[in-house]
């Protein structure tokens, strides 16, 4: 036999009562039927094990025990239908079998003693030994378990009752999968309803297969557009609901839905009050810690339930035992369907409303942890956060609770979510702005968020308008040395490296730290930040040697210290191991990095924004190191994740492509490099702007590429442009255009003009001998090379001189072994090229 066909099989009962017909448009459950037969038939002994169908209401229990009976009615001699819902009535329809098992009938020998006789006749499979008997919507165990026939035939038991679980084999019957949804619908409605239609009506209806049935039969009677009935199921959600009863359901949804409530107010009234409640939370699970944590911070109406813990306990327990809630015991959650919240709020007073949500607010603000860079609290917000929006947090001006939307729009970005924060900061601006004035303390903050979420997503221009204006309002309204304005000079700060404006960032910074040591003392986490952002403004002046100072002492501190974010440990770990790499120690930058690298894969995962950058300054020191495959292969690995995060379009990516590039170069794979460059130098100026550092700095790699493809005429050119606008910029003494002035000097020696590349060299060396010390990288490769020109310019003994010179203290530097320093070796000149950093 196909056990799915509609047919009649060539075998029926012998007894087939009572049975409901079978609906015509059932679909899908194909699991859960295969499932309930395989349970349905455990054999202990020679006892069928009885099986329970349990969930909230309107999932499709009775329909899916309907379903079962008709697809194996042919493995079955009886097949009796119970209704249970009335436990008084149920000895009753046990005894309406006494004929059917040749017994005398009820009327001649009484309820009781048919009913027992028809408990011992099946028990004993005479005369029949299959037999199935549903006991449908049997909600309480204890009312109906000593009339549960024990034998060889099979039982099964429909509840919304969880409690069933400690009594019998129990299989949790859910909402419909998505995919069964949208293939019910349509095979409901038929071309009337289109895919992305059914998904919507399905998602507006929580997968709910009564509410679906529900809607189908009101859709197809009345041709109400999809998008029509969606619009009135959420202004008027219990009068659209009760329009139409499903075909095959003996109640409309709202009627189902109060009967439930009405049976647990009358014992429970302090459960139902917790469950309107949880109707102004989202339809997302809720941490059942919200109601612990949550329980000092709540008005009147829920103080007198969350304060007893006892009181607390009883109610939910009594709430998922009628299936108003379900409970997930592995996450400690728990849920109400989005149809039966939504019924909830509708049947609530307006008044009754306000308050309700308003609890909620304080219950969500009063659960939170209270520092979103702890990394170890992220998984409490995010469980948060689903409940932000649908419970209107955005409108309460209770300022625990605005903190709360601000540390959730913290959590977001130091995550690295920065869309989800910036379309949430927007409506905080807008409508705090409204209620509370633009210039009111919690808007301000906001505005300082959306600054940090413009760096973060590249976007400087918008950054600089908002930080520079929130911290001349912030001044104004709140002092220089208040903890928000200071923090907002921080921000403002990063904005002008962002825009290239690294002195003036510098300035801005040292100021602002003066100010956190004075008030706040050296170990406050306000004050390592700041010092951690000084030590990257002197790494962007080429100050490497203050960097690598200040961050080693920012990461001996935050290394050990508890309550500091992982994040911000990264952080500083791999901008110390930047400022290792750029002090010329690369082999110790590359097992920092390495280190750092590993540390953030395993707290914050290969995806997160500080893990990638640390990737790619790991493996930027991995090619300075000379192990050139491992760091081609992490660079492409890194700008592939990059490029999947962000697009091609963020100076994260960009920098990342120019590493590849570096990195493809590197190993003689020209070609691609150039490509590669090509591909993340289009964006510089859209992003920085045509006269940033960043931006004449990147094409000292174009230049480098076109010479080795053989054309240093066009080198020299781009490297003059570069040169000038980069001493424009950052001064001719920096390290971007000391390494600039390095590559022009090999254009014109690969052009034959050796006179003007002394003198360009000479010039170099003589800046870097000044600002570097004499054995920085800079100033080696400078002397390797001019010992070249030297050579090539009839100063051939001091050009010999000078060489062997290089030779041994590009050894001592690098090993031996290191490419670079067999190069030089070998008579080659050295180039430089240009990493992007973080900024």
């Not at 009796?80 to 006494?98: E, H, N, T």
């Not at 099979?154 to 129990?170: C, K, M, P, Q, Y």
């Not at 304080?362 to 170890?376: H, I, Q, R, V, Y």
């Not at 964006?683 to 004449?696: I, L």
Request: charged share 25%.
């Amino acid at each position: 036999m196909a056990e799915n066909s509609h047919s009649m099989p060539a075998q029926v009962p012998k007894v087939w009562e009572k049975v409901p017909k079978r609906n015509p448009t059932f679909t899908g459950r194909a699991d859960l039927l295969t499932a309930l037969r395989k349970s349905i038939n455990t054999v202990t002994a020679v006892v069928a094990q009885p099986q329970a169908l349990q969930g909230l209401g309107g999932v499709g229990k009775t329909q899916l025990a309907i379903e079962y009976a008709w697809q194996y009615r042919a493995h079955y001699d009886l097949v009796w239908w119970i209704s249970a819902d009335q436990p008084v009535l149920v000895p009753s329809a046990l005894a309406g079998m006494a004929q059917a098992l040749g017994l005398p009938p009820a009327d001649t020998t009484g309820v009781e003693q048919a009913t027992q006789a028809v408990l011992r006749t099946l028990q004993s499979g005479v005369p029949f030994r299959s037999w199935l008997v549903i006991f449908d919507n049997a909600e309480e165990p204890d009312y109906i378990k000593d009339f549960i026939p024990r034998g060889p035939g099979h039982v099964l038991i429909t509840s919304r009752n969880s409690r069933w679980s400690d009594h019998e084999a129990t299989i949790q019957v859910d909402v419909f999968r998505r995919e069964e949804s949208v293939g019910f619908l349509k095979k409901r409605l038929r071309t009337s309803v289109t895919e992305s239609q059914a998904d919507l009506l399905a998602e507006k209806l929580g997968d709910l297969p009564l509410a679906l049935e529900q809607a189908a039969a009101l859709l197809a009677r009345t041709l109400m557009s999809v998008e029509e009935y969606v619009s009135l199921l959420e202004e008027q959600t219990g009068r659209l609901l009760s329009l139409e009863k499903a075909p095959t359901y003996p109640q409309s949804m709202t009627a189902a839905w109060q009967l439930s409530v009405s049976q647990l107010e009358d014992r429970i009234p302090e459960a139902v009050e917790l469950l309107r409640c949880c109707a102004f939370f989202g339809p997302e699970p809720i941490p059942r810690d919200v109601f612990r944590r949550g329980n000092r911070v709540v008005g009147a109406r829920l103080s007198r339930i969350l304060s007893d813990t006892i009181l607390l306990t009883n109610a939910l327990s009594n709430l998922e035992r009628f299936a108003l809630v379900k409970v997930e015991p592995s996450t400690r959650t728990l849920q109400v369907h989005r149809l039966n919240q939504a019924l909830l709020r509708d049947e609530t007073p307006e008044k009754d409303r306000g308050e309700l949500r308003h609890e909620v607010h304080l219950l969500l603000a009063g659960s939170a942890p209270n520092d979103p860079d702890e990394t170890s609290r992220w998984p409490n917000f995010e469980e948060l956060l689903a409940h932000l929006e649908p419970s209107g947090v955005i409108e309460c001006v209770e300022p625990s609770v605005r903190k709360f939307a601000l540390d959730l729009v913290r959590y977001l970005y130091v995550r690295g979510s920065y869309k989800p924060a910036e379309r949430l900061l927007d409506q905080y601006i807008q409508r705090w702005s409204e209620v509370s004035g633009a210039q009111h303390s919690d808007v301000l903050v906001a505005r300082i968020h959306l600054g940090n979420i413009y760096r973060a997503l590249t976007f400087y221009t918008r950054a600089y308008e908002i930080d520079s204006q929130t911290l001349e309002m912030m001044r104004e309204t709140l002092g220089h040395e208040h903890p928000e304005t200071l923090w907002a000079t921080n921000s403002y700060a990063a904005t002008l490296r962002g825009r290239g404006e690294f002195l003036r960032a510098r300035e801005v910074d040292l100021e602002a730290l003066e100010i956190y040591e004075r008030l706040f003392g050296d170990e406050d986490i306000r004050t390592l930040r700041t010092r951690n952002n000084v030590a990257v403004d002197y790494a962007l002046t080429s100050d490497y040697p203050s960097a690598q100072r200040l961050l080693q002492q920012i990461y001996l501190y935050v290394s050990g210290a508890e309550g500091v974010g992982r994040r911000f440990l990264l952080g500083v770990w791999s901008t110390l191991s930047r400022a290792v790499r750029l002090s010329d120690r690369f082999q110790v930058a590359a097992d920092m990095g390495e280190e750092a690298y590993t540390y953030g894969v395993a707290q914050l995962g290969d995806d997160h924004p500080t893990t990638l950058l640390a990737a790619k300054d790991y493996a930027i020191s991995l090619r300075r190191a000379g192990r050139l495959a491992e760091a081609l292969e992490l660079m492409r690995d890194t700008h592939t994740r990059l490029v999947r995060l962000y697009g091609d379009g963020h100076a994260d990516t960009m920098a990342a492509a120019l590493g590849l590039s570096n990195a493809l170069r590197a190993v003689g794979e020209l070609e691609e490099a150039l490509q590669v460059a090509e591909r993340g130098l289009k964006h510089y100026p859209e992003v920085f702007g045509d006269d940033h550092p960043f931006t004449h700095a990147s094409k000292i790699n174009l230049a480098l590429l076109a010479r080795l493809k053989g054309d240093p005429a066009k080198a020299l050119s781009i490297d003059r442009d570069a040169l000038a606008g980069l001493t424009a910029r950052v001064s001719r003494d920096h390290d971007y255009s000391v390494t600039c002035a390095l590559n022009l000097q090999n254009d014109l020696a690969a052009l034959g003009d050796h006179e003007e590349a002394r003198r360009v060299g000479e010039e170099n060396y003589q800046r870097i001998q000044t600002y570097f010390t004499p054995d920085h990288y800079l100033s080696l490769v400078c002397a390797a090379n001019l010992a070249l020109d030297l050579q090539a310019t009839g100063a051939e003994e001091e050009g010999k001189r000078m060489l062997a010179d290089t030779v041994q203290r590009l050894n001592a530097a690098l090993g031996p072994e290191h490419p670079e320093a067999l190069a030089v070796a070998a008579g080659e000149r050295l180039n430089c090229d240009f990493d992007p950093p973080p900024i």
